[in-house]
């Protein structure tokens, strides 16, 4: 197997690793427990893996309220959360910066100061950062439904061809969205990095 | 962070993890005592483009970056200190969080720090 190491910190592999249910189980407890903050990792089942390797293309993930709990540690220096992230010092500092102020005005908007938010429990954390995040634009069911959209394979082409896949997202979710927030979803997904490349690699000619 | 795996057994980073050299050394020795034939490979990243800014740089007085901790938006602290939207963003990033972990490490709790706090986090000579 070839594991690629970047020169700007990120690592990858090739291609996919083949493991045993074992393996894979050590794998991600390994990744928990000795690399990583456990609550920002997600085992999910695909059958679509990325094409694209380090130095192939700039990669970046939206960030989850499990990361924002992180993010607005103010407690912890930019580095110790960068590395429990697995994200770089950068980018850490340029999504506090952005984010710093507005968060501020939440907690006081609740009362509250940072060290009034480091000592609540991870779920009311959590309910915050929701709220939070909601109120900055994208709601938690237009996510939920942005999330359902990308497991399909080819999301990318189903939305730009509107096809009747697209539609079955749609009727699958109970319970059923208001259309609106399906519109909404469909058009932060369009706003994304995967979107934008599918469409210059495919349409653009 | 999201682990991918298949049904087929195939297991995959969502995108690329950054790590430090300390996690690099442990994730490497650890897949290699995974997999008989681990190879690595130097890559050289694509880097993300960002638009030419001016890189004259002011330097930071510690009363300024005390302003930092106020509650004020960007552009009123940019206005305040005579410096741009985007330099107070990519400062305030790291600094209140470093100097809250700076105090915590120093004190026990991050209340209010003093310019010599500043200075000493800075490792600057009183």
């Known amino acids: 197997m070839k594991v690629f190491i970047g020169d700007n910190t990120h690592i990858d592999f090739k291609e996919p690793i083949l493991m045993t249910l074992e393996q894979r189980e050590k794998f991600v407890y390994f990744l928990k427990n000795e690399m990583f903050e456990q609550s920002i990792i997600f085992v999910e089942k695909t059958s679509d893996f990325r094409k694209e390797r380090l130095g192939d293309k700039f990669f970046s993930e939206e960030w989850s309220p499990e990361e924002y709990i992180l993010l607005t540690n103010l407690n912890k220096s930019t580095y110790d959360v960068a590395q429990s992230m697995g994200r770089t010092w950068l980018s850490i500092n340029m999504k506090r910066g952005n984010e710093i102020y507005s968060f501020k005005l939440k907690l006081k908007s609740k009362n509250l100061d940072y060290d009034d938010f480091d000592n609540l429990s991870k779920d009311k954390k959590l309910e915050i950062i929701k709220e939070w995040m909601a109120e900055k634009g994208i709601s938690e069911k237009t996510r939920t439904i942005m999330e359902e959209i990308k497991k399909q394979n080819n999301w990318q082409h189903n939305i730009k061809e509107m096809k009747d896949a697209l539609g079955i997202v749609y009727q699958k979710l109970t319970p059923k969205p208001e259309e609106q927030n399906f519109k909404k979803a469909v058009r932060e997904l369009k706003k994304t990095n995967e979107y934008k490349e599918f469409i210059k690699a495919n349409y653009d000619y | ?126």
Do not use: C
């Open chain 2, 1 to 126: 962070m999201k682990i991918l795996y298949s049904g087929e057994g195939l297991v995959d980073f969502g995108i690329p993890p950054a790590v430090s050299e300390e996690q690099k050394t442990k994730i490497i020795e650890f897949l290699k005592q995974m997999f008989i034939d681990v190879e690595l490979v130097d890559t050289k990243e694509k880097e993300k483009h960002f638009n030419s800014v001016n890189k004259t740089s002011k330097k930071w007085k510690p009363k300024d970056l005390l302003m930092l901790l106020e509650p004020l938006s960007e552009e009123e602290l940019a206005e305040k200190l005579d410096r741009s939207p985007m330099s107070i963003r990519m400062y305030r990033g790291h600094f209140e969080p470093d100097l809250r972990s700076f105090m915590i490490k120093k004190y026990g709790n991050a209340k209010k720090p003093t310019l010599d706090d500043i200075n000493e986090m800075n490792g600057d000579e009183k």
